[in-house]
């Protein structure tokens, strides 16, 4: 499994990016849940968001609920996170992973089957 992050660049506070994950390389059940990571200078790794296969569950960490949106496009492989009222605390390198374990709160902190490189996403005026 091939993850491609891309999207990531300089915004200021309050402003918006949408990060994109190109996905290739997989069969049908290599994994049952596909989202995103960050990790910020000093920090612990977070896991923040995922969505099933399906499509039909997501999950949110805490820190990034009610500002970011995953979504994915079945047709194109691609995984979206959109990514609202972004401030400081949001700088980080953002990656996209892979899991053969269902989209739940877990993800904040497993360890992914798959992961890609990530993309650099910097909140500052």
């Known amino acids: 499994v091939q993850l491609q992050a891309s999207g990531g660049g300089l915004v200021e506070p309050g402003g918006s990016l949408r990060l994109s994950c190109a996905v290739s390389?997989?069969?049908?059940?290599?994994?049952?849940?596909i989202g995103w990571f960050r990790q910020a200078p000093g920090k612990e790794r977070e896991g923040i968001s995922c969505?099933?296969?399906?499509?039909?569950?997501?999950y949110y960490s805490q820190s990034v609920k009610g500002r970011f949106s995953i979504s994915k496009d079945s047709a194109s492989n691609t995984v979206y996170l959109q990514m609202n009222s972004l401030n400081p605390d949001d700088t980080a390198v953002y990656y996209c992973?892979?899991?053969?374990?269902?989209?739940?709160?877990?993800?904040?902190?497993?360890?992914?089957?798959?992961r890609g490189q990530g993309t650099l996403v910097t909140v500052s005026s």
């Open positions: 390389g997989f069969r049908g059940y290599d994994f049952y849940a």
């Open positions: 969505i099933s296969l399906g499509g039909h569950r997501t």
């Open positions: 992973a892979a899991d053969n374990y269902h989209c739940d709160s877990t993800w904040t902190y497993r360890e992914y089957s798959h």
